[in-house]
């Protein structure tokens, strides 16, 4: 009942050859419509990316730094909520 014999497993291997073929095809014209973009682009898009990432991290670097808020008793900087050497509470934000 089970018995594998070779004709089943050409058929088999038919049908996945044409499922695969078909998906690739399907693939292709999906494809087509947003020109396919070659290995240069796409690595320079891959680059472009991790520079946006990095500038953003140095952004949120700096974001940080401008929260220190300024003593108005001796004029030193500190991080909301700390409290200064003079004694002045920053407020948190
Ligand atoms: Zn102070």
Do not use: D, N
């Not at 058929?11 to 690739?24: C, P, S």
């Not at 991790?50 to 949120?60: F, G, H, I, L």
């Amino acid at each position: 009942m089970f018995g594998l014999s070779l004709s089943k497993i050409l058929l088999t291997a038919l049908v996945i050859w044409l499922v695969w073929m078909l998906f690739k095809r399907i693939g292709g014209v999906a494809r087509q419509g947003a020109a396919r973009p070659s290995p240069a682009e796409r690595a320079r898009a891959a680059a472009e990316e991790v520079t946006r990432r990095q500038s953003a991290e140095t952004e949120k670097a700096a974001g940080a730094a401008l929260e220190l808020q300024a003593c108005p008793t001796c004029g030193s900087y500190g991080t909301p909520g700390s409290t200064c050497h003079c004694g002045y509470k920053h407020p948190s934000a």
